[in-house]
């Protein structure tokens, strides 16, 4: 049972790299089990755990490559070592060939590009936080996709941003559109009127997508980070771009989307609403709707759906379903559940706002909704919108367990993301039925998916295939969550659907 | 480089990280240049932070 490492010192690569390369030599005749990863403390315990430790593996530090594989014969693991130079050697190339030059630091970047305005960062936190400050020093406004950095390094690179009239999107900022331009993972969506201010990613997503589904477009999105609206950082990113939206000539209506901000900020944030002089949209997810200024919505689609009304001078009132008929249809054609909703998400504020429609719904105990994409289950690993084997192996997992009578879960498209991502999702949720039926069983999955018809992996395709696994495939997030409400508490029909026509 | 200058247009890019994003940026016409980053100072990332401290603070006074 030959295992074997080997490191390759002082050769970096990224997590997306190293979970491609992965990926392809486990396709491997032979191979059971490989990893490539740098060698960070993380990462050493990941390969303990997976019993691909070994005398090598152990002195490689948080700059080198490890390679380990087991396989059934040393033919086999020597191949597939040899593969993996090779496959990393033809990345190398194929960016070469792409972007020309590879500087080595930021201020030979810019001798290349002087006229750039704007860092895009995803290296690891521990790192982030000192190119971040470099880049703001250099004048340039930056998008903060990196996680795990510190919360003290957040606010002095805010301060300092602010200081300077540059802006800081991030840390952990997933999304943004600047001037048409979709940064990190984003939807392919129109230009539009409408600007959002964003402190989550999948919101911003969320919200461009309905848009674009609605017919209009956004200006420009602005992510700000998860944490700009606590009280430790005060909003200071969320209340430049407010300010800066407002005086945008393009943008006719402002949508912001967070969680509730601290109340130490709040007066701050209503300040800045009131001041817009143009009409704002609020979708502060747990916050009790309020009267203005702004207009407070409950949920990721009813901001778009509001906002679109409100351009247009329409009427508007949020609804639970969008079609209650063919609700009524597959709730009856699927018969009641009984116990245990289980979201699977890979968007963090998916599963908050799945959560907080569950909860009251459903009472304690009978919803329980895990963000995969959060920092505990993506230590090591890379973030579940790019690699869905984790989540799908969760969903397998609830096929076995006879608690779970419902599966919720999202799928979230958009450029960056895995190229198909509903494949993997199918296949899980397919064999998590069948082993429930087996079991003499019946479980239910719930699905909705963040995208547009532009996005490279089609939005109906990617449907398509979730509903041919068995799926039932609801407009939106909110929309689905209510759906999986109702498979087990039948007795809210009346409510959430009105009567019977 | 103010902020309505910065949304006036396509932005112009530097990408540190995920090669992806760098691919992406300029399959959309984007004018971007990809860093070659690798972790500082070995990968010791207090060290790393000491390092960048030092460096700019040498660049702020070189400036003025």
Known sequence: MPVRAVVRAAFYQDSVALMRVAQELRARPGVREAAALMGTPANHELLAAAGLATAETKAAGPGDLVLAVDAETDAAVAAALAAADGLFAARRQALEAAVRVLPRTLDSALRHLPEANLVAISIPGAYAAAEALRALRRGLHIFLFSDNVPLADEVALKREAARRGLLCMGPDCGTAYVGGIGLGFANVVPRGRVGVVAASGTGLQAVASHLAALG????????????????????????????????????????????????????????ALAGLRKPAVVCC???????????????????????????????????????????????????ARSDLVLGLYT???????????????????????????????TIGRPHPMLDPEARAARVREAGRDPAVGVILVD???????????????????????????????????????????????????????????????????????RFAALLLRPDLAPSLLGHSP | MTLERLLAGPPKVINLGLEAFALELQAAGVPVVH????????????LAALLAKLDDEGDEESRQ
């Open chain 1, 216 to 271: 209009e477009g956004l200006s420009h999105g602005i992510g700000v980070g998860g944490r700009d609206l606590s009280t430790h950082v005060g909003g200071p990113m969320t209340l430049f771009a407010l300010e800066a939206l407002g005086r945008d000539p393009a943008t006719a209506l402002v949508v912001l989307v967070s969680k509730p901000p601290d109340p130490t900020v709040l007066p701050r944030i209503e300040g």
């Open chain 1, 285 to 335: 997810l747990g916050a009790p709707t309020r009267e203005g200024p702004g207009r407070w919505v409950a949920t990721l689609e009813d901001a778009a759906e509001a906002a679109v009304a409100t351009i247009r001078g329409q009427a508007w009132h949020p609804r639970a379903f969008a079609d209650p008929t063919r609700v009524r249809a597959r709730l009856a054609a699927l018969g």
């Open chain 1, 347 to 377: 968007g963090g504020t998916l599963a908050h706002e799945a959560g907080l429609l569950l909860d009251p719904l459903l009472g304690p105990g009978r919803a329980r909704v895990l963000d995969l994409g959060a920092d505990e289950f």
């Open chain 1, 411 to 481: 799928l979230v498209l958009g450029r960056a993301a895995h190229p198909d991502p509903a494949a993997p999702l199918a296949a899980a949720i397919r064999d998590a039925r069948t082993a429930a039926e087996a079991a003499g069983r019946s479980l239910a999955a719930v699905a909705s998916v963040v995208g547009t018809r532009d996005d490279p992996q089609g939005l109906a395709g990617q449907v398509a295939a979730l509903e041919a696994a068995g799926a039932e495939v609801l407009p939106s997030n909110a929309q689905a969550a």
């Open chain 2, 35 to 46: 860093v070659d980053w690798r972790p500082p100072a070995g990968g010791d990332p207090r």
